[in-house]
């Protein structure tokens, strides 16, 4: 199995596509951008264009939802000692991290705007430099960003830059709900089966409780489908998965189950 097939489970057309388009722009060094509702596994589609590219160096995620946008460009650029209040040590960026490998921005709508023509600048020139330092340092680096927002919106709204945008999509992958592609529900759930069952107890998933999980409707995609399933195989220890091992999130329960 290749570290794709391994990382983005699936026989549904969607998955297949997905596959496929991962395969033809792996060895570029342009960027890409992601879109995907939350959940859907835009990391790991990140991850398997990385490892399927042979880059020698680090697959490195950011996730720019998660870091208050005072810290974000330290985090991203680095800093030298003495820098700012607080700099008790030098302190390597994300993009050196990334240095001949991948970075990943995650949430890249949420990257505070006046940051942006800095990561612009940066994709451009392929120079980084630390906070206090006059240094620039060379980068071999390829930028995948994810997102779950419209960035046209954004771009619209004044919120996202139009000239990052297009230095960012010159690949872009869409990434369909859970719901649009019931056919990949039970190749995932074997999948995590095999990944949480510790006590490695053989486990069937019934009838009844396949048909539970193939008629909800996902909302927090393939992330809740996992914690579902890890759910399940401690509520059936020692017991094949049924349907009353299965449970939802309670705000979904009334109407979905």
């Known amino acids: 199995m290749t570290f794709v097939d391994n990382k983005i489970i699936g026989q549904s057309k969607p998955a297949t596509e997905l596959k496929k388009m991962i395969g033809l722009i792996a060895n570029s060094n342009s960027p890409v951008i992601i879109n995907g509702p939350t959940g859907s596994g835009k990391e790991l589609v990140a991850e398997a264009i990385h490892e399927e590219s042979r880059r020698k160096g680090s697959f490195v995620a950011l996730n720019c939802a998660a870091i208050p946008s005072e810290l974000m460009e330290a985090e991203i650029f680095g800093f030298e000692k003495g820098a700012f209040t607080g700099a008790l040590k030098t302190t390597v960026g994300k993009f050196e991290q990334a240095n001949r490998g991948t970075l990943f921005l995650d949430e890249i709508g949420d990257m505070p705007y006046v940051l ?27 930028i995948i960003a994810a997102t779950n927002c ?83 195989i401690i509520l059936a220890y020692q017991t094949d998965i049924e349907d009353e091992h299965i449970s939802f999130d309670d705000l979904q329960d009334s109407e979905f189950i």
């Open 116 to 142: 942006q023509s800095k990561l612009l600048r940066v994709i451009q020139e392929r120079q980084v430099q630390r906070l206090g330092s006059s240094k620039l340092r060379n980068l071999n680096i390829r």
């Open 150 to 232: 419209d960035l046209k919106r954004c771009i619209a709204e004044r919120s996202f830059r139009e000239d990052l945008y297009f230095r960012l999509s010159a690949f872009k992958i869409s990434i369909p709900p859970l719901r649009e592609r019931p056919m990949d529900i039970m190749p995932l759930v074997h999948q995590f089966i095999d990944r949480n069952n510790k006590d490695r107890i053989s486990k069937q998933v019934s009838l009844n409780a396949q048909r539970k999980l193939m008629n909800y409707h996902w909302p927090g995609n393939v992330r809740e489908l996992e914690n579902v399933v890890s759910r399940a």
